[in-house]
């Protein structure tokens, strides 16, 4: 890791070199399967999250359930983003544009609890994503970097 | 004078507040992190702080997309539970302490650390998770409490050494506070764990307990850390754990740790648990 910024604080007397800072989504790109959420997708996802907030409302979700298509046709999303609400596919969710936190507000909409979530990231049942866990989690061995630098 | 006489470190899992609001708090998944706490619970009661500055992060709840402060205080009266999808938690309001929250804001600002001011503003699991765990289920909360919102949701997320200055900082405007109030400094989120993509699940130990040892003795090695390097290690959410540094940092160089709980799992998450109290 390059060096490239020194930060005196006059305060504390701290001299040591900060990392440089990571600009673009393509810095994350390296950690497999994590989508962090950078302004690169913050832009591509504008309406779908705006979307998925507007499910706080109680109102806006009666609206939602009563009718999937008509309501997402009311959002300037892309097809392949609606798709992506109907079909509950979270993975396509967050590669186009979604915010884990802000489409979960679907999962919370169909009573869905995010281990089941979480768990079809993986391909994983509910069931056996939670017997993982009680074991001790996921393991980041072989999951820290594609490059295989880490 | 005011002064900060501690500092806690939580996660602070939604599940967490779901098991106690929803009476199972003695089921054998929940139990042994109720247990956990007990140390800290019994720890605070006796301390009887009059004023928590509680670092934490909303996940959706008070912040949409449309505004994203990178640190923003509560200065607001009172702070009552964010509805998450389920209904809010039936939780006490949450009592503001309006006078040194706007006396940290001034500090802070004039100290060249720009916060977001909060007059109006609802508090998720993030803030009311690590007191019910460390406060129990009383009928009022029996503290003020400083909502300190740190975004980490949407990148660019403050540093590590940022999130360690403001605690400083923080510290710095507390000390100049000229009422008699015990404060504790509390950093919440974490610790390490992932829920989306192929890594949803992950939980690392090894290095959850290195940044423990770390924190308590050689915070450098944190300030100097990258994202990149809390993400690959703690996972996507384990980042929160910058929130820790917070506390840290209000604390001064040196502490003497009283506490810790490490516990894995809860529901998706690695649960820490520290108590520190500041070393002259």
Same mark, same amino acid.
């Not at chain 1, 596919?89 to 802000?102: A, P, R, V």
């Given at each position: 890791m390059v060096l490239v910024i020194a930060i005196r604080n006059e305060y504390d007397g701290f001299t040591q070199s900060l990392p440089e800072p990571a600009m673009t989504t393509a810095t994350f790109e390296d950690i497999p399967?994590?989508?962090?959420?950078?302004?690169?997708?913050?832009?591509e996802g504008r309406h779908l999250n705006?979307?998925?907030?507007?499910?706080?409302s109680a109102l806006n979700r009666a609206r939602f359930k009563a009718d999937e298509r008509a309501y997402l046709d009311e959002w300037a999303m892309s097809e392949a983003q609606k798709q992506?609400?109907?079909?509950?596919?979270?993975?396509?969710?967050?590669?186009?544009?979604?915010?884990?936190?802000?489409?979960?507000?679907?999962?919370?909409?169909?009573?869905?609890?995010?281990?089941?979530?979480?768990?079809?990231?993986a391909g994983q049942s509910t069931e056996e994503y939670a017997a993982m866990m009680r074991s001790g989690g996921r393991n980041p061995a072989g999951l820290r970097s594609v490059s295989g630098r880490f | 004078m005011a002064r900060i006489s501690a500092g806690i470190g939580s996660s602070h899992v939604p599940a967490i507040g779901a098991a106690?609001?929803?009476?199972?708090?003695?089921?054998?998944?929940?139990?042994?992190?109720?247990?956990?706490?007990?140390?800290?619970?019994?720890?605070?009661?006796?301390?009887?702080?009059?004023?928590?500055?509680?670092?934490?992060?909303?996940?959706?709840?008070?912040?949409?997309?449309?505004?994203?402060?990178t640190f923003a205080i509560g200065c607001a009266e009172s702070?009552?539970?964010?509805?998450?999808?389920?209904?809010?938690r039936r939780v006490p309001i949450v009592q503001g302490h309006s006078r040194l929250a706007w006396h940290i804001a001034t500090g802070c600002v004039l100290d060249e650390f720009d916060l977001t001011i909060m007059n109006e503003m609802k508090v998720d699991h993030g803030l009311t998770v690590p007191l019910s765990l460390v406060l129990g289920q009383p009928s009022e909360w029996p503290?003020?409490?400083?909502?300190? !919102?740190?975004? #980490?949701?949407? @990148? *660019?997320?403050?540093?590590?050494?940022?999130?360690?200055?403001? %605690?400083?900082?923080? !510290?710095?405007? #507390?000390?100049? @506070? *000229?009422?008699?109030?015990?404060?504790?400094?509390?950093?919440? %989120?974490?610790?390490?764990h992932q829920l989306s993509g192929e890594r949803a699940g992950l939980i690392n130990r090894e290095w959850d307990t290195r940044f423990l040892d770390q924190l308590?003795?050689?915070?450098?090695?944190?300030?100097?850390?990258?994202?990149?390097?809390?993400i690959r290690e703690a996972g996507s959410e384990g980042m929160?754990?910058?929130?820790?540094?917070?506390?840290?940092?209000a604390l001064g160089p040196r502490i003497r740790e009283l506490y810790r709980f490490y516990h894995v799992p809860a529901s998706n998450t690695a649960v820490g648990n520290v108590v520190f109290t500041p070393e002259d």
């Open positions: 399967g994590t989508y962090v959420f950078t302004g690169e997708r913050a832009i705006r979307f998925c907030m507007s499910l706080m992506a609400v109907i079909k509950r596919d979270f993975k396509s969710l967050l590669e186009h544009g979604g915010n884990i936190f802000f489409v979960l507000k679907i999962a919370a909409v169909d009573g869905r609890p995010t281990q089941s979530v979480a768990a079809s990231f | 106690l609001d929803s009476g199972r708090s003695g089921h054998p998944d929940w139990a042994p992190i109720f247990a956990g706490y007990e140390w800290t619970r019994n720890w605070v009661a006796e301390q009887k702080p009059d004023v928590i500055i509680l670092v934490y992060n909303d996940h959706a709840s008070a912040f949409s997309l449309d505004i994203v402060p702070f009552a539970p964010a509805d998450e999808g389920w209904g809010p503290v003020k409490v400083i909502p300190l !919102a740190v975004n #980490v949701i949407q @990148y *660019p997320t403050p540093t590590a050494n940022r999130c360690y200055r403001l %605690g400083e900082a923080i !510290a710095r405007a #507390v000390q100049s @506070y *000229p009422e008699d109030l015990n404060v504790q400094v509390w950093g919440t %989120g974490g610790m390490s308590s003795a050689d915070p450098d090695a944190l300030r100097t850390m990258s994202h990149e390097e809390y929160e754990l910058i929130m820790w540094l917070t506390m840290r940092g």
